[in-house]
């Protein structure tokens, strides 16, 4: 039988995606969702062409047991699928400075996943469990998993970008610096704008805009990461759905201070209870500040705020550009879906000659037509990311290369 798919794992930390597919097709056979890992009601839903599936399982089911169950199921109702699976590719959210590129992992390369868990310690753990359950369903394909790592693409960082200005010494000893992440949706966001606007890679300037329940920006020149939001942990930068993004470090010392709260409990609001969420005082959804947005005034600060942190960024990330920027991108949950946000956030940006089409704005048709940009304006464009497709790619090409 040909193999020809390839099954790609996302792990995060309260949920878990995968997908099976087939990288030169683009077709996805079969995939699925486990939502609210750890806590009641855990959903897993499962897409094929025809069908939807949807099972409750038991409350504050772990990763281990979501990923038993899904595979036995896989295995179960879609053997033929199953049979045709020759590699498996697993999206890693913190590679360090140590692993900048795709790689086949081994022991060696697990303690390296391992030893950033540091840095990313609600994601790289799950990431691990994703690849022991795997060896076991799939003992064939032991030597054929690939990790894909959300950190590699900003590799390309001047030091300028990624050190921060405390001492020295924090960066050379505990390596404290700016990794970014969503670098796997952003370097989709090059290829498929380099193929949309029909010129090379390494000639295009553009700015990437994620924007999801996790959100980051990208500054990309001739090709390459040179600045991005996110920095030693996903926590930095733009408003996220629950994340605070930027904010003076004096808050974290006047909440534990003044207030007497724990680092644990500040750590706990920072990351679960702010962004969308905290100004809303309602929603980490941003589809609940939109529709409240007329009516409710915490929800019109909350896409106020969140659009003016966009677009400060996209102000910033412009002056590395130097002689040009080719497009701005739209993508992510948000930035495919909100024509609000996109809206908002260009009409800050007349000045540097970005000008929305409202037609077009409202009307974005995938595959049709990218742009939503006025005539006399820098290109913007929504393209829809493709994570999945990235990362099934990528094991295809490594597998192939040491097969060779
Ligand atoms: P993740 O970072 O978890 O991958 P997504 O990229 O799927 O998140 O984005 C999820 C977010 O996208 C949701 O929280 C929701 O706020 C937003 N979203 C989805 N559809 C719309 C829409 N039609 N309008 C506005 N926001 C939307």
């Known amino acids: 039988m040909l193999k020809k798919l390839i099954l790609v794992l996302n792990c995060g930390s309260s949920s878990l995606k995968f997908s099976i597919l087939d990288p030169s097709s683009k077709k ?111 003992p064939h394909l032991k030597k054929n998993n690939v990790a894909v790592f959300d950190t590699a693409f900003h ?56 924007l999801g329940n996790g959100s980051s920006v990208t500054a ?13 942990t996903p926590l930095e930068g733009l408003v996220m759905g629950t994340r605070s993004g930027d904010l003076d470090p004096a808050i974290i010392f006047f909440m534990h201070k003044k207030l007497g709260l724990s680092i644990r409990v500040i750590e706990k609001i920072l990351t679960y209870k702010s962004g969308l969420l905290g100004i809303s005082t309602k929603s980490s959804d941003c589809r609940y500040s939109e529709k409240n947005y007329q009516y409710n005034k915490n929800s019109k600060l909350a896409i106020e705020i969140f659009c003016h942190r966009v677009a400060k960024y996209i102000g910033a990330y412009s002056t590395l550009m130097k002689e040009r920027l080719d497009a701005v991108i739209f993508t992510g949950g948000i ?3 909100s024509i609000l946000i996109r809206k908002k956030v260009i009409s800050k940006l007349n000045l540097l000659g970005l000008y929305i089409d409202k037609n077009l704005n409202n009307n974005v048709k995938f595959n049709k037509n990218y742009f939503i940009n006025k005539k006399n304006s820098i290109k913007i464009l929504v393209i829809p990311t493709k994570e999945e497709l990235f990362i099934a790619k990528e094991t295809k090409n490594l597998i192939n290369k040491k097969n060779i």
């Open 220 to 232: 990309i020149k001739s090709g390459k990461s040179v600045d991005t939001s996110m920095g030693l």
């Open 155 to 210: 590799s390309s960082l001047p030091k300028s970008s990624f050190l921060y200005a405390i001492p020295y010494k924090f960066y050379k000893k505990n390596k404290i610096r700016r990794y970014g992440a969503h670098g796997i949706s952003h370097n989709y966001i090059l290829n498929k704008t380099s193929k949309v606007l029909n010129k090379s890679k390494n000639l295009l300037n553009i700015i990437s805009c994620h």
């Open 335 to 337: 930035g495919e879906n």
């Open 28 to 138: 996805t056979y079969v995939s699925g969702i486990i939502e609210r890992l750890f806590l009641t009601k855990t959903a897993v839903y499962i897409y094929t062409d025809h069908k939807e599936y949807k099972k409750i399982l038991s409350d504050y089911t772990n990763h281990e047991d979501a990923l038993k169950f899904v595979f036995t199921r896989i295995k179960d109702k879609y053997l033929n699928y199953y049979n045709q699976i020759y590699g498996i590719g697993h999206r890693i959210v913190h590679g360090g400075d140590k692993l900048n590129k795709s790689v086949i992992i081994n022991h060696k390369i697990l303690q390296i996943i391992k030893k950033f868990s540091i840095f990313a310690p609600l994601h790289n753990p799950a990431n691990i469990i994703g690849f022991k359950i795997s060896k076991k369903f799939f």
